[in-house]
């Protein structure tokens, strides 16, 4: 079983590049969720999806776009990457309900030169 | 603002030791609250959730329990291995109504080194 799984897991990017991480979710999760993980600054959420065709802001979203085309899939778009954006990024599903445990995929690095 | 917090940091141990992890939220109105397991340079993997109506939960050698009133729950971690070596994250949804969306606050993690 895929799981959640990320691409690309490697990129490095100049200063006003733009690029996109792609997430696809093969458990049918209504929820999905991308964080950045920082040293020092633990995970800190960019923006969610609570069903297809529905995104909104999490806690640091700014020079971040997201798409939710369809349920299994999850895009994180930067339009203009900054050094700032230099991070770890994971992106994570689950199903609703109390019960629901957050599966996350392996993480893409991003480097912005 | 719900805040998690993680104590200790770091913590070393010999192989074999029981090693209590802890974690504290300053709202007690969760939905629920998962630990995670993150190994260098991977992703984070699920090790136990505990629902809100749950006191504790139990996986093989790992039993986590929650106390909502005081604000913490614990991972006791039976007869540590160098294989148990990682951070460990705990999180918890915050409960807002309906609104919270499943929206994990993270502590900052302990980074567990068992040595043998």
């Known amino acids: 079983n895929a799981g959640v799984t990320q691409t690309p897991k490697f990129r490095v990017l100049k200063t006003g590049q733009s690029m996109t991480l792609l997430c696809a979710q093969d458990?049918?999760?209504?929820?999905m969720y991308w964080y950045r993980q920082d040293p020092g600054m633990g995970l800190r959420l960019i923006h969610y999806?609570?069903?297809?065709?529905?995104?909104a802001k999490g806690e640091v979203p700014d020079g971040y776009n997201v798409s939710r085309l369809k349920k299994q899939n999850f895009l994180l778009g930067l339009e203009s990457a900054a050094p700032s954006q230099t991070s770890v990024y994971f992106c994570?599903?689950?199903?609703?309900?109390?019960?629901?445990?957050?599966?996350f995929g392996e993480g893409s690095r991003l480097t912005v030169l | 603002k719900q805040e998690v917090t993680q104590i200790p940091a770091a913590l070393s141990v010999p192989e074999g030791e029981n090693l209590v992890l802890n974690c504290s939220f300053t709202?007690?109105?969760?939905?629920?609250l998962q630990w995670f397991r993150q190994d260098p340079g991977k992703g984070l993997t699920s090790l136990l959730l505990?629902?809100?109506?749950?006191r504790e939960q139990t996986s093989g050698r790992l039993n986590a329990s929650l106390d909502k009133s005081s604000g913490r729950s614990t991972l006791y971690i039976a007869a540590s291995q160098p294989g148990d070596s990682a951070t460990y994250l705990c999180?918890?949804?915050?409960?807002?109504?309906?609104?919270?969306?499943?929206?994990?606050?993270f502590g900052q993690g302990t980074i567990l080194t068992v040595h043998p």
């Open positions: 994570a599903s689950r199903r609703t309900g109390t019960a629901g445990e957050l599966f």
């Open positions: 458990m049918n999760h209504e929820y």
């Open positions: 999806s609570v069903g297809e065709g529905t995104t």
């Open positions: 709202d007690s109105a969760i939905y629920n």
């Open positions: 505990i629902q809100s109506s749950q």
């Open positions: 999180a918890v949804i915050p409960n807002a109504g309906g609104t919270s969306y499943g929206k994990l606050t």
